[in-house]
């Protein structure tokens, strides 16, 4: 749809309504009208058709089988257990294949029926979770570090990093009036939208929060980002990056991922002014003629970094000051147990492309239910979706620690305990059969992906390597594929761009190296590299910064001068 229609259904949606309330009602489509297809997405939810049963129903003369998605605003992804519980409840009860734990520390369920759309909503809000502006040209789920060693910090940054999520939200009452029964008030809204305006922003917006040497969030991919700075354990503010993002378009050089610039330093009570002003100046400035160059890294690079400093020091009255030197050893999570700063235990748990539903192997969701019923009756702990789709069980005293591992072990959800490196720290966006945009699978292929090239490293003497994988199912980059040493980034099925180089601290993007390949293509491609990596790295060296050194890719430099470690 273009940026005009969109533009124009936003601005006429009478504060995010539009008819979506007679579109439910419509029993004679599982579908809504095209433009509430817009507008549901602010309220956390997509509609979607399964695509494997697509030509079927076709041949059939049956409308697609459509279903939902929806999203939760789980700010940093924080749930407790009995909230867990209730949304495992719903995923049995309203979704298909389980519970989705989403790249933005989010739960996604799939496959909700139309008929049964409000009463999932309203279930959610039940467990004191809600799905507002989950989706939509809004700011996204808050992204928030999950490391658990630095419990005390983590609280910190997660109570502001929640409070902004709560400043940011649209003032519609619309979404409690369609979900929730709440009484229109006469005339509309009490309120108008002073962060966002009638048309909301431009595009998608996303702010994540770092707190070094863990960089979990990826925070150069967010639109916003905060790097927490600490002195002796004690928040002292936060170095601010603008203008990552990762989508881009197959053969359109003028979209493509960026990470983001540093833009200043701040004190922990200049974030609020400051993200709003960030905000407000990309709703002013960002393309709204071009979807496609939308976002803000693109006004970025149109209006250039100190041109947006200016803007952003005028909205907020605050100037800022220069940068920290960022500290980052690594991206991704690190698994098992570790005991926290405050004492605590913490186990990070992984679980593949985030899906948790039982399978013949592993019995994830029955597994969890136990684990959180347990946190649940001895009134501790909580649940802590990362960034990269995986699960901490966080914050238990030494005996439910003990109570935990032998459910944990019970249920074989330690898989961080047998899993490869590779497996560990691979990331697959959900692509096929219910993601509309996907060009080939992600998720799906991942388990065969995985073990195609596990035989490919111990042929290499390499099963040990820490290699970063990502794969998407198309250059949107919901896996944040240009950030992983190996890459796959869908282009038709079957077949994907082969990206190499990135580093492991998710501070330089990496590059194309052979364009449409298929499974065979991609073992021949990387089989020599694989070969050369084994007889010629340095110690400690990663894959990535290998194929740098001896130039096998030339990635553009990122943010790197600034980051220390
Ligand atoms: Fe995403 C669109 C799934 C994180 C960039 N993303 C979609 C949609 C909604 C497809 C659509 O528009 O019809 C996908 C739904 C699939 C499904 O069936 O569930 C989808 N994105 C996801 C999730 C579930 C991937 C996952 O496997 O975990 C992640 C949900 C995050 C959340 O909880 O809020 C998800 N998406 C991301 C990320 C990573 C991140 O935010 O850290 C990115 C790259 C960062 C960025 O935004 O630049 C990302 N998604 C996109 C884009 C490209 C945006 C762009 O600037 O071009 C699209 C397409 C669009 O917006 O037009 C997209
Ligand atoms: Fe869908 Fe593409 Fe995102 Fe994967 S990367 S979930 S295929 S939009």
Not at 16 to 38: F, K, M, N, Y
Not at 218 to 241: M, N
Not at 488 to 502: D, F, I, S, T
Request: hydrophobic fraction near 40%; proline fraction near 6%; include cysteine.
């Amino acid at each position: 749809m273009s940026s005009h229609s969109v533009e124009d259904i936003k601005r006429r949606s009478a504060g995010l309504r539009g008819t979506l309330a007679a579109s439910l009602a419509d029993p004679v489509t599982g579908a809504l009208r095209e433009e509430d297809q817009i507008l549901i997405k602010y309220h956390g939810s997509y509609q979607q058709d399964d695509r494997d049963l697509r030509e079927e129903r076709r041949l059939s003369k049956l409308e697609p089988a459509y279903g939902f998605m929806i999203r939760t605003r789980t700010p940093g992804g924080v749930l407790t257990p009995t909230q867990w519980l209730r949304l495992d409840a719903i995923a049995s009860t309203y979704a298909e294949r389980g519970l989705r734990l989403t790249t933005r520390q989010a739960v996604q369920f799939h496959g909700v029926i139309k008929r049964e759309l409000k009463a999932t909503m309203q279930a959610i809000n039940a467990a004191l979770i809600d799905t507002l502006a989950a989706c939509g040209d809004v700011n996204r789920n808050v992204a928030v570090a999950a490391n658990p060693l630095v419990s005390p910090v983590h609280a910190m940054v997660h109570a502001q990093a929640a409070a902004l999520s709560e400043h940011l939200l649209p003032n519609t009452r619309a979404y409690y009036e369609l979900w929730l029964d709440e009484e229109r008030v006469a005339g509309g809204d009490p309120a108008e939208e002073p962060i966002y305006g009638p048309t909301y922003l431009p595009r998608k917006f996303k702010i994540g929060f770092a707190i070094p040497p863990i960089n979990d969030v990826d925070v150069f991919s967010q639109d916003l980002g905060f790097v927490a700075q600490l002195e002796g354990g004690v928040l002292t503010g936060y170095t601010v990056l603008v203008g990552g993002g990762m989508g881009s378009t197959h053969g359109d050089a003028e979209t493509y991922p960026r990470l983001a610039d540093p833009l200043g330093f701040i004190r922990p009570e200049q974030l609020i002014p400051v993200a709003t002003a960030v905000v407000t100046a990309q709703r002013d400035l960002g393309n709204r003629e071009v979807r496609k160059h939308a976002r803000l890294k693109y006004t970025i690079d149109r209006i250039g970094l100190d041109a947006f400093r200016r803007e952003v020091e005028a909205r907020s009255g605050i100037s800022l000051a220069p940068p920290k030197p960022l500290a980052f050893e690594h991206n991704g999570d690190r698994f098992g147990w570790v005991q926290g700063e405050d004492g605590k235990h913490h186990l990070t748990l992984r679980i593949p492309a985030g899906r948790v539903q039982d399978s013949e192997d592993i019995p994830w969701q029955r597994g969890l239910r136990a684990v959180a019923r347990a946190l649940e009756a001895a009134g501790e702990g909580q649940f802590r979706l990362t960034p990269n789709q995986n699960l901490v069980i966080a914050g238990l005293s030494a005996p439910l620690r003990e109570a935990v591992d032998a459910l944990v072990a019970g249920h074989r959800l330690d898989l961080f305990r047998r899993a490869s490196p590779l497996a560990l720290n691979a990331l697959a966006c959900v692509a096929l059969p219910t993601c509309g945009l996907a060009m080939a699978e992600a998720e799906r292929y991942l388990p065969a992906l995985l073990a195609t090239l596990e035989a490919k490293l111990a042929q290499h003497g390499l099963s040990e390597a820490d290699i970063h994988l990502r794969i998407s199912g198309c250059p949107n980059g919901c896996s944040r594929p240009y950030l992983g040493e190996i890459a796959l980034v869908g282009k038709a099925p079957g077949r994907y761009n082969l990206m190499l180089g990135a580093d492991h601290r998710g501070a330089r993007l990496n590059a194309l190296y052979r364009e449409n390949v298929d499974e065979a293509q991609l073992l021949a491609a990387l089989d020599p590299l694989l070969a050369d990596y084994a007889a010629r790295r340095g110690v400690g060296e990663r894959f990535g910064d290998f194929l740098v050194r001896t130039g096998v890719v030339r990635p553009k430099p990122g943010p790197i001068p600034l980051v220390l470690a």
